[in-house]
C-alpha cells in the first residue's frame, strides 16, 4: 500500500543535539511538508519543498534545516538552534503545488529534550 | 499566522446524533479542507471543496462553503463512538505560497 513512512515514532534529544526525522513516501508525490504541532494547536508550517533539491521555508523554519535529495525523501533536522523542539511532527504530500489536493500524512515523530 | 480558527474548540454529543463543527478564515482561498486527527496519530483528509463551490457531501460528511462570509461548516450525522477525534479545517490561500494554513482544530467527544 501506498503512503507516507516516518521514524521514529520516538525521538529523545539532549541539549545542543541535533537530531534527524525520517520522512518517506512511495506515492509518487511531488511536493512534500514538514509541519509542528503542540499540544492543543494547529499544525504550523516549517519547510515544504515542490521538486527534488529544491526546498523553501515556511512559517517557522527557524532552527531546522531539510535535504531533498530523492523524490521520496523529505528529512527534517531539528537543530540545536531550536530553542523549544518537544513537540509532534508530522509530515505529508500531495501530487503537486498548489492543485486541488488533500495531503497524505504521516504517522507523525514526538521528539522531546531530555 | 492563524488563517482558520474553528468552533467550537470542543464538543461533546451522544452517539446517533448530528455534530457541526464550523471554521472561519480570512483571506480569499482556492480551497479549503477538513481533517480528522486520533489522539497521537496523523491527520486525515477527509474532504476538500473549491472556493467555487457551495456544498459537497461524501458518506455521513457534509460541507458547506460561504465565501461571502468566509466560512464553512463541517456536519457528521448520525454519530458515532468512532467520530471521537481532533477536526481541523485548512486552507489553501490564492495567490499565496505552498502550503496548508491549520486551525486549533474542535475535539469532538461521542459519548456512547
Known amino acids: 500500500d501506498g503512503g507516507i513512512t516516518q521514524s521514529p515514532k520516538y525521538l529523545f534529544r539532549k541539549e545542543g543535539q541535533n537530531v534527524t526525522l525520517s520522512c518517506e513516501q512511495n506515492?509518487?508525490?511531488?511536493?512534500m511538508y514538514w509541519y509542528r504541532q503542540d499540544p492543543g494547536q494547529g499544525l504550523r508550517l516549517i519547510y515544504y519543498?515542490?521538486?527534488?533539491?529544491?526546498?523553501q521555508k515556511g512559517d517557522i523554519a527557524e532552527g531546522y534545516s531539510v535535504s531533498r535529495e530523492k523524490k521520496e525523501s523529505f528529512p527534517l533536522t531539528v537543530t540545536s538552534a531550536q530553542k523549544n523542539p518537544t513537540a509532534f511532527y508530522l509530515c505529508?504530500?500531495?501530487?503537486?503545488?498548489?492543485?486541488?489536493?488533500?495531503?497524505?500524512f504521516g504517522s507523525g515523530t514526538r521528539l522531546t529534550v531530555v | 499566522s492563524q488563517q482558520g480558527e474553528e468552533d467550537p474548540q470542543a464538543l461533546s454529543i451522544q452517539e446517533g446524533e448530528n455534530a457541526t463543527m464550523n471554521c472561519s478564515y480570512k483571506t480569499s482561498i482556492n480551497n479549503l479542507q477538513w481533517y480528522r486527527q486520533n489522539s497521537g496519530r496523523g491527520l486525515v483528509h477527509l474532504i476538500l471543496i473549491r472556493s467555487n463551490e457551495r456544498e459537497k457531501h461524501s458518506g455521513r460528511l457534509r460541507v458547506t462553503l460561504d465565501t461571502s462570509k468566509k466560512s464553512s461548516s463541517l456536519l457528521i450525522t448520525a454519530s458515532r463512538a468512532a467520530d471521537t477525534a481532533s477536526y481541523f479545517c485548512a486552507t489553501d490561500l490564492a495567490g499565496g505560497a505552498d502550503g496548508l494554513t491549520f486551525g486549533k482544530g474542535t475535539h469532538l467527544i461521542i459519548q456512547p
Open positions: 505529508a504530500s500531495t501530487p503537486r503545488q498548489k492543485g486541488n489536493y488533500g495531503y497524505t
Open positions: 506515492l509518487n508525490h511531488d511536493a
Open positions: 519543498s515542490q521538486i527534488v533539491n529544491d526546498f
